[in-house]
């Protein structure tokens, strides 16, 4: 307060000071005002360190967290990354970021009664868009499943509109990961969900589909127990192994010729890099499109 009085006094004085310091004084004390009166604004009202870049949020399971892959490959770049290196390519759209919140084991119930939404979710700020992919745990976990994931998704919906009212909600189909088929039911419920809700649907199922036609087993990771390789491997397998209970792990097919015919080695349909690659580069087009669309 002193040197604001100070610098009032000095700037009024009737003194001759030359006026390249009177100009100075007086600019040092509107820009103490402005600092001032910024710090004051509500958080709400400012979003300067977001404007001007596209915030992306990914909501959804291990199929959107993509955990295995970052443990291999720690330098990326991660399915997130790669959404939003493919938008930068394209030099007439505005940057993005592309916030990804997905967690191994999720469903809609417990993102919400968990609280991991409120705490991780509800207060980031300046969201444009929101992909939900859920549906492969609801099936598993949620009782009445048929009744209750609808519902659930709604009661999501609900909540990211009233946290971020400016966003796109997209509804997103899971990729194929189940040989009984349990994935086409879940699509057939995301789909209805997202036609009665009025929003645009991201068909991510038939790409993926469409890629495993090159080789069933080129877009998934191998996680398999180690107690159930043939002893005499588990030495030399060691470099392979993570985790409690040991698992031998690999992102691609290296292993195959060793362990290939062992009942169960391509059960784990997880997506390894490939997978998220084709994932990241459908998601991509897909807000290419509806980015551009929307500008016009």
Same mark, same amino acid.
Do not use: C
């Given at each position: 307060?002193?040197?604001?009085?100070?610098?009032?006094?000095?700037?009024?004085?009737?003194?001759?000071?030359?006026?390249?310091?009177?100009?100075?004084?007086?600019?040092?004390?509107?820009?103490?005002?402005?600092?001032?009166?910024?710090?004051?604004?509500?958080?709400?009202?400012?979003?300067?360190?977001? *404007?001007?870049?596209?915030?992306?949020?990914?909501?959804?399971?291990?199929?959107?967290?993509?955990?295995?892959?970052?443990?291999?490959?720690?330098?990326?770049?991660?399915?997130?990354?790669?959404?939003?290196?493919?938008?930068?390519?394209?030099?007439?759209?505005?940057?993005?970021?592309?916030?990804?919140?997905?967690?191994?084991?999720?469903?809609?119930?417990?993102?919400?009664?968990?609280?991991?939404?409120?705490?991780?979710?509800?207060?980031?700020?300046?969201?444009?868009?929101?992909?939900?992919?859920?549906?492969?745990?609801?099936?598993?976990?949620?009782? *009445?499943?048929?009744?209750?994931?609808?519902?659930?998704?709604?009661?999501?919906?609900?909540?990211?509109?009233?946290?971020?009212?400016?966003?796109?909600?997209?509804?997103?189909?899971?990729?194929?990961?189940?040989?009984?088929?349990?994935?086409?039911?879940?699509?057939?419920?995301?789909?209805?969900?997202?036609?009665?809700?009025?929003?645009?649907?991201?068909?991510?199922?038939?790409?993926?589909?469409?890629?495993?036609?090159?080789?069933?087993?080129?877009?998934?990771?191998?996680?398999?127990?180690?107690?159930?390789?043939?002893?005499?491997?588990?030495?030399?397998?060691?470099?392979?192994?993570?985790?409690?209970?040991?698992?031998?792990?690999?992102?691609?097919?290296?292993?195959?010729?060793?362990?290939?015919?062992?009942?169960?080695?391509?059960? *784990?349909?997880?997506?390894?890099?490939?997978?998220?690659?084709?994932?990241?580069?459908?998601?991509?087009?897909?807000?290419?499109?509806?980015?551009?669309?929307?500008?016009?």
């Amino acid at each position: 307060m002193l040197q604001e009085e100070a610098v009032r006094r000095l700037a009024n004085s009737e003194v001759p000071w030359p006026g390249v310091y009177v100009m100075r004084i007086r600019r040092f004390r509107s820009f103490v005002l402005l600092t001032t009166l910024l710090l004051f604004v509500s958080p709400a009202t400012t979003r300067a360190e977001h *404007d001007g870049k596209l915030q992306i949020l990914l909501l959804g399971d291990s199929t959107t967290e993509a955990s295995i892959p970052k443990r291999h490959i720690p330098q990326g770049p991660h399915f997130e990354d790669m959404i939003r290196l493919l938008l930068a390519a394209e030099k007439d759209l505005p940057p993005a970021n592309v916030i990804n919140l997905g967690l191994s084991g999720e469903y809609i119930e417990r993102l919400m009664s968990s609280g991991r939404y409120d705490r991780s979710v509800a207060k980031l700020p300046g969201i444009d868009y929101v992909f939900i992919r859920y549906g492969l745990n609801d099936k598993n976990k949620r009782e *009445d499943f048929a009744t209750n994931f609808p519902k659930d998704f709604r009661e999501l919906l609900a909540r990211l509109r009233k946290d971020f009212p400016d966003a796109v909600l997209i509804p997103t189909t899971v990729i194929p990961y189940s040989v009984s088929g349990s994935q086409e039911s879940i699509n057939a419920l995301v789909r209805k969900v997202a036609e009665d809700e009025k929003l645009p649907l991201f068909d991510l199922y038939p790409r993926y589909l469409s890629e495993l036609e090159k080789g069933p087993n080129m877009l998934n990771y191998r996680r398999f127990p180690l107690d159930k390789i043939p002893e005499k491997h588990r030495d030399w397998v060691k470099p392979f192994t993570f985790g409690n209970p040991p698992m031998v792990e690999v992102l691609d097919n290296r292993l195959d010729a060793h362990f290939g015919d062992l009942p169960g080695w391509y059960g *784990d349909r997880h997506p390894n890099s490939a997978g998220y690659h084709v994932i990241a580069d459908e998601t991509a087009k897909f807000l290419m499109k509806m980015i551009r669309e929307r500008r016009n």
